[in-house]
């Protein structure tokens, strides 16, 4: 059974930083493109980065491009989303999982960007 966890949201200013961890059990990230998803209230989820897991090639939406970085540890079976300059408009819950989603969404870590 595929299972995600995510961590590491919280409330932070305009500007700041925040660091996304991602733990998946029952699949190797080597075997897919994994991806970091957003979602604000009233709105659909998007994706926001995803990274091929065999060789590490990334794509981001053009919103958070050159602020977010996404990266992936195969041997943990881990993967982060590290934030920089947020902006209010980046809260949203935050959720990780394969690119297309195939899987059963997990709880998804609330990331607040407010003064």
């Known amino acids: 059974q595929v299972q995600f966890v995510e961590s590491g949201g919280g409330l932070v200013q305009p500007g700041g930083s925040l660091r996304l961890s991602c733990a998946a059990s029952?699949?190797?990230?080597?075997?897919?493109?994994m991806s970091w998803y957003r979602q604000a209230p009233g709105l659909e989820r998007e994706m926001v980065a995803r990274v091929r897991g065999y060789d590490g090639i990334t794509q981001y939406d053009n919103s958070v491009k050159g602020r977010f970085t996404i990266s992936a540890d195969n041997a943990k079976n881990t993967m982060y989303l590290q934030m920089n300059s947020l902006k209010p408009e980046d809260t949203a819950v935050y959720y990780c999982?394969?690119?297309?989603?195939?899987?059963?969404w997990g709880q998804g870590t609330q990331v607040t960007v407010s003064s």
């Open positions: 029952g699949l190797t990230f080597r075997g897919y493109v």
């Open positions: 999982n394969t690119f297309p989603a195939v899987y059963a």
